[in-house]
């Protein structure tokens, strides 16, 4: 646009100095008024030549418009939008050029506020047929909707070049005032019309121009288009709608998807049909009939033979394209190959299948529950019940309670949690265990299994082996006894080899003795009857006392105990002699499991409200198997291990039991490579200061009072 205006003004000024040289000669008295006239002349055509420009364009974008709503293609809207820039360019032209009118200035304004309004009215068209279609816009071509608005900018145009035309011929009568000047006018007259049609062949070569720019434009967008369909992972196609569904256009996918190459799929009308596996093929074309009949896609999935006789699966979104008519045109649609994926679902529904027959075939309840005890998902015959209901509306208030805590510590630990319990089932008592395991954010697993017979079993065991024990443990003290008395000599000199089985003797009697006490101290442990003397104890001189007395057992197996922290101050509520038990039997698993000549590490820390007592070792490490009998009863993770390192397979137990009758409880942390770490954890036990405690809390002045 800038070209343009350069050259109208070159002329212009050209016009205007061979008007002031032919006015020179003749008259140079009238020089400067012909001068000023002729530039006035100028600048009325000038005016008069952008109104016509304006009127052009409006025309143009008219047109544009009408073949967009019609065709729904968007390169008409390029000379439309191009339109729109050169009325905005020639408004500014205008507002120069007529800036010494105030009329004019008015009725520009006016002309410019009607432009934007059709400029609205055609934009708001174009949406309504990129968003409904041309059932909906096409009316307002028809009906000549918005015609109020172009004709009252053509009169406004009119006006302003009656204006023009009525200043122009002021002027001129003005140069023909005398006759001498009616040649030179009208030469100047045609010599102006010259340089217009010149302007005018400069615009239209540019508008020649920029056509041919749009026109390459769009060459190289379908370019870009055709190739970005090609790198798709899909086959892209146009059919006709004839009886064969006749492929227009099929993307080179075809080939590396179904073995055809483009040429045969094209070729060969019934080479679809051939291939559509023949259950599919009703339903496939029932839903292109839907898809007419609703002006709708339906996608539809399906599956096709390749050339080698292979089957795959294909999901197809087509469309039907209509013309402004409402015809229908042809089909295009784009086909993807989802093979994978239904033999994915397939795979998934038989593993499904599978899984559900193992679970139906388990005897145990199953169960999901979130963080607060809600019941998600239930696998009972009667589940339905459970759903949407609590732990604490169902089960007892303590069993609830327990429930709660193992979820609270599935959920922290991420970790397998083990509880027993017993309910109450008719006029029967249940034992049950159940396992907890994280499933989702804030949501466990549950699987309950009814163990009462295998309760049952045990209690009978357990009573068995304490009735036994305690009868076998006063003869075996007896035993024990005289087979020291004879070690010692009190029966005299006996030969080396008698001396040697009686000590064997009585190293094994002192083994079935620790044998019988630890069942009986079980025993004791589980009915109630073990006494616990409870008093204030401070943790560290008892870990201390601890290690002594397990110092000499260390260094029969070279291996040392090291206390790693001090922590003055930490007391617990306990009794001593037990708790010292507990260490005791810790203490010597981890010397007796650890490697020769490596250190057994002690540690006391506080955590929270709780003092945790930590012995690491250095020795194999727990099997994760193993881990959920570790504080059973015998239970051992290597018999032959544990019959070449000694042990009854009751310590951990015993420790177990002491430990919660003292309020505690203890766990095993696994390092895997590097032996594992048992910790006893215990509440604290506070020494209240009460001379600095204020009285209120002690019982108010009372207790002043009656301390006085």
């Given at each position: 646009?800038?070209?343009?205006?350069?050259?109208?003004?070159?002329?212009?000024?050209?016009?205007?100095?061979?008007?002031?040289?032919?006015?020179?000669?003749?008259?140079?008295?009238?020089?400067?008024?012909?001068?000023?006239?002729?530039?006035?002349?100028?600048?009325?055509?000038?005016?008069?030549?952008?109104?016509?420009?304006?009127?052009?364009?409006?025309?143009?974008?008219?047109?544009?418009?009408?073949?967009?709503?019609?065709?729904?293609?968007?390169?008409?809207?390029?000379?439309?939008?191009?339109?729109?820039?050169?009325?905005?360019?020639?408004?500014?032209?205008?507002?120069?050029?007529?800036?010494?009118?105030?009329?004019?200035?008015?009725?520009?304004?006016r002309l410019l506020a009607l432009i934007h309004a059709r400029r609205d009215e055609i934009n708001e068209s174009i949406m309504l047929r990129r968003q409904q279609g041309a059932h909906v816009s096409l009316p307002e071509v028809l009906t000549g909707a918005g015609a109020a608005t172009a004709n009252a900018i053509h009169d406004v145009i009119s006006e302003m070049e009656l204006e023009e035309q009525g200043l122009l011929k002021l002027r001129i009568d003005e140069v023909n005032n005398s006759a001498r000047w009616a040649d030179l006018v009208i030469t100047a007259s045609n010599l102006l019309a010259v340089a217009l049609v010149a302007l005018s062949g400069v615009a239209i070569y540019r508008d020649i121009v920029r056509r041919e720019r749009a026109e390459d434009a769009l060459r190289a967008a379908e370019q870009r288009f055709r190739t970005l369909v090609e790198q798709l992972p899909a086959i892209t196609y146009v059919a006709a709608l004839d009886a064969e569904s006749s492929t227009i256009y099929t993307s080179p996918q075809i080939e590396t998807m179904l073995g055809f190459s483009q040429a045969e799929w094209m070729a060969d009308h019934n080479l679809w049909h051939k291939q559509l596996h023949p259950d599919d093929y009703t339903r496939v074309m029932a839903d292109i009939?839907?898809?007419?009949?609703?002006?709708?896609?339906?996608?539809?999935?399906?599956?096709?033979?390749?050339?080698?006789?292979?089957?795959?699966?294909?999901?197809?979104?087509?469309?039907?394209?209509?013309?402004?008519?409402?015809?229908?045109?042809?089909?295009?649609?784009?086909?993807?190959?989802?093979?994978?994926?239904?033999?994915?679902?397939?795979?998934?529904?038989?593993?499904?299948?599978?899984?559900?027959?193992?679970?139906?075939?388990?005897?145990?309840?199953?169960?999901?529950?979130?963080?607060?005890?809600?019941?998600?998902?239930?696998?009972?015959?009667?589940?339905?019940?459970?759903?949407?209901?609590?732990?604490?509306?169902?089960?007892?208030?303590?069993?609830?309670?327990?429930?709660?805590?193992?979820?609270?510590?599935?959920?922290?630990?991420?970790?397998?949690?083990?509880?027993?319990?017993?309910?109450?089932?008719?006029?029967?008592?249940?034992?049950?265990?159940?396992?907890?395991?994280?499933?989702?954010?804030?949501?466990?697993?549950?699987?309950?299994?009814?163990?009462?017979?295998?309760?049952?079993?045990?209690?009978?065991?357990?009573?068995?082996?304490?009735?036994v024990s305690h009868e076998l443990r006063t003869p075996l003290t007896s035993i024990r006894g005289a087979l020291g008395l004879i070690v010692g000599g009190v029966a005299g000199e006996i030969p080396p080899k008698v001396r040697a089985m009686v000590e064997i003797a009585a190293k094994n009697s002192e083994r079935l003795i620790r044998l019988i006490n630890d069942i009986l101290d079980i025993d004791k442990i589980e009915s109630g009857k073990m006494i616990f003397n409870l008093q204030p104890v401070e943790l560290m001189p008892l870990l201390e006392q601890a290690i002594d007395m397990n110092r000499a057992y260390g260094q029969q197996l070279d291996i040392t105990f090291e206390l790693e922290s001090q922590i003055a101050g930490a007391w617990v509520y306990a009794d001593s002699d037990r708790l010292i038990q507990a260490?005791?039997?810790?203490?010597?698993?981890?010397?007796?499991?650890?490697?020769?000549?490596?250190?057994?590490?002690?540690?006391?820390?506080?955590?929270?409200?709780?003092?945790?007592?930590?012995?690491?070792?250095?020795?194999?490490?727990?099997?994760?198997?193993?881990?959920?009998?570790?504080?059973?009863?015998?239970?051992?993770?290597?018999a032959s291990d544990a019959r070449q390192k000694g042990g009854t397979g009751l310590g951990l137990s015993i420790t177990k039991a002491i430990v919660e009758k003292l309020g505690g409880q203890i766990d095993v942390m696994i390092v895997p490579g590097a032996g594992s770490i048992f910790f006893i954890e215990l509440p604290e036990w506070y020494v209240l200061d009460l001379e600095h405690i204020d009285g209120d809390l002690l019982g108010g002045p009372g207790m002043s009072d009656a301390s006085a």
């Open positions: 646009m800038k070209l343009v205006l350069s050259k109208k003004l070159i002329a212009a000024f050209g016009l205007a100095i061979v008007v002031l040289i032919v006015i020179s000669v003749i008259s140079h008295g009238s020089t400067a008024r012909l001068l000023a006239t002729a530039g006035w002349v100028t600048h009325s055509h000038e005016t008069v030549a952008k109104l016509e420009t304006i009127s052009h364009w409006v025309e143009r974008a008219e047109t544009a418009q009408r073949d967009f709503l019609i065709l729904g293609e968007d390169r008409y809207l390029v000379p439309y939008n191009s339109a729109l820039k050169s009325i905005d360019q020639a408004g500014g032209d205008l507002r120069e050029l007529t800036i010494d009118n105030s009329h004019q200035q008015q009725r520009l304004g009939v839907q898809s007419q009949a609703t002006n709708a896609p339906v996608p539809s999935e399906y599956r096709m033979l390749t050339r080698s006789g292979q089957l795959r699966w294909f999901r197809d979104q087509a469309v039907i394209v209509h013309d402004p008519a409402g015809q229908p045109l042809f089909l295009q649609g784009i086909m993807f190959d989802i093979t994978e994926r239904k033999l994915g679902e397939a795979a998934l529904r038989v593993s499904e299948s599978r899984n559900r027959a193992m679970l139906d075939a388990m005897p145990d309840l199953m169960f999901r529950l979130s963080r607060d005890g809600l019941y998600l998902d239930v696998r009972t015959s009667n589940g339905d019940i459970l759903l949407g209901t609590l732990l604490s509306d169902v089960l007892p208030p303590a069993v609830a309670r327990q429930w709660m805590a193992c979820i609270e510590q599935t959920l922290r630990t991420e970790a397998v949690q083990f509880i027993e319990y017993q309910l109450v089932l008719g006029q029967t008592v249940h034992d049950f265990e159940a396992r907890a395991v994280v499933c989702a954010e804030n949501e466990v697993l549950a699987i309950v299994r009814d163990i009462t017979d295998r309760k049952n079993i045990e209690r009978m065991k357990n009573e068995f082996v304490s009735t260490l005791t039997n810790l203490l010597s698993n981890a010397a007796k499991f650890s490697p020769t000549g490596a250190q057994v590490l002690v540690s006391l820390a506080r955590r929270g409200e709780l003092l945790r007592i930590a012995i690491r070792d250095h020795g194999p490490g727990i099997p994760e198997a193993f881990r959920a009998r570790l504080f059973q009863r015998f239970a051992q993770a290597d």
